[in-house]
Nanobody, 127 residues
Framework: QVQLVESGGGLVQTGGSLRLSCAAS????????MGWFRQAPGKERDFVAA????????NYADSVKGRFTISRDNSKNTVYLQMNSLKPEDTAVYYC????????????????????WGQGTQVTVSS
């Protein structure tokens, strides 16, 4: 069992930055590939970024590539999402998720494959 708790959301102006954190419980965090997803009001949950359990492989949605950076610190059981050059269309509830992985290179964009989810943190970008 893994419990995930996101933090770091808030209100920011266009062009600003935020760093989201996702703290995981459990001793096997390093066995999980991690992902960030977001859901805007009235829309489906969309993939944002993913990282392998080793941290060596990352994967980004085209809409955030070059602006967002996913990283992890396995010693702190935490995954991060650094968000720069924020736009109003980035406004959403952001969720982190974990999927058990046997490969240090594994990542996935498929929400249905993730085993555990956090409760979400709101990010609002004002124009």
């Amino acid at each position: 069992q893994v419990q995930l708790v996101e933090s770091g959301g808030g209100l920011v102006q266009t062009g600003g930055s935020l760093r989201l954190s996702c703290a995981a419980s459990g001793r096997t965090f390093s066995s999980y590939a991690m992902g960030w997803f977001r859901q805007a009001p009235g829309k489906e949950r969309d993939f944002v970024a993913a990282i392998s359990w080793s941290g060596d492989i990352t994967n980004y949605a085209d809409s955030v590539k070059g602006r967002f950076t996913i990283s992890r610190d396995n010693s702190k059981n935490t995954v991060y999402l650094q968000m720069n050059s924020l736009k109003p269309e980035d406004t959403a509830v952001y969720y982190c998720a974990a999927v058990l992985s046997t490969s240090e290179y594994y990542t996935t964009r498929a929400a249905q494959l993730y085993d555990y989810w956090g409760q979400g943190t709101q990010v609002t970008v004002s124009s």
